[in-house]
């Protein structure tokens, strides 16, 4: 059973950065796309990043020149380092494999 730990949320004012981390388990991580997707409050999710095995990275436009995803195969690790964070970028984030997502960490950009 694949287990997904979200961390590395928190306040941040905008123009700021955060890294999100994300820990997988229970799957041979290497061989998967894994994904990063977000979820405003009352609003549905929305697909931020994904990295297929190799390491090429794809960005939904909202955040493509801002957001860095990458992955460590060696350590089944997900990140997420987000730069010059705008206020619309506060929300629930969640990385995912499939239709597995883990319980997410939240971000919140405040001035």
């Known amino acids: 059973e694949v287990q997904l730990v979200e961390s590395g949320g928190g306040l941040v004012q905008p123009g700021g950065s955060l890294r999100l981390s994300c820990a997988a388990s229970g799957v041979t991580f290497s061989r998967y796309t894994m994904n990063w997707v977000r979820q405003p409050t009352g609003k549905g999710l929305e697909w931020v990043s994904a990295?297929?095995?190799?390491?090429?990275?794809s960005y939904g436009d909202s955040v493509k020149g801002r957001f860095t995803i990458s992955r460590d195969n060696a350590k089944n690790t997900l990140y997420l380092q987000m730069d010059n964070l705008k206020l619309e970028d506060t929300a629930v984030y969640y990385c995912a494999l499939g239709s597995s997502r883990g319980q997410g960490t939240q971000v919140t950009v405040s001035s």
């Open positions: 990295i297929a095995p190799g390491g090429s990275p």
